[in-house]
């Protein structure tokens, strides 16, 4: 099964920006390309929410609406990881950062793509804290 490590999360005031970083291996006869990689957060007293997601296939990828504009999502397949880019961070940004990988994507609409339920393989999370 395919391992993911994030890191990049930090403290940060509003406004600024962080990059956080989604780092693969272990991909089993399979490479890198072959997969989906998702970037979940979750807040204190929230529940999850998926905020971009990407296909390393062909390179489609989807926002939530809470984040379109500011986020960017991308991969690297010869460093095989996967980036999240936020710029304009709010305190409402305030969570614990988790991606997560799935073999072979299907993405047939956004909602699919931004789904907990679609990974298989997930990280521990990196702590991201926007000060107001």
């Known amino acids: 099964e395919v391992q993911v490590v994030e890191s990049g999360g930090g403290l940060v005031q509003a406004g600024g920006s962080l990059r956080l970083s989604c780092a693969a291996s272990g991909f089993a006869g399979f490479s890198f390309d072959d997969y989906g990689i998702t970037w979940v957060r979750q807040a204190p007293g929230k529940e999850r929410e998926g905020v971009a997601c990407?296909?390393?296939?062909?390179?489609?990828?989807y926002y939530a609406d809470s984040v379109k504009g500011r986020f960017t999502i991308s991969s690297d397949s010869a460093k095989n990881t996967v980036y999240l880019q936020m710029n304009t961070l709010k305190p409402e940004d305030t969570a614990v950062y988790y991606c997560?990988?799935?073999?072979?994507?299907?993405?047939?609409?956004?909602?699919?793509?931004?789904?907990?339920?679609?990974?298989?393989?997930w990280g521990q999370g990196t702590r991201v804290t926007v000060s107001s």
């Open positions: 990407i296909s390393v296939t062909d390179g489609t990828t």
């Open positions: 997560a990988a799935t073999l072979f994507p299907v993405y047939s609409e956004t909602d699919v793509c931004l789904s907990a339920q679609t990974y298989d393989s």
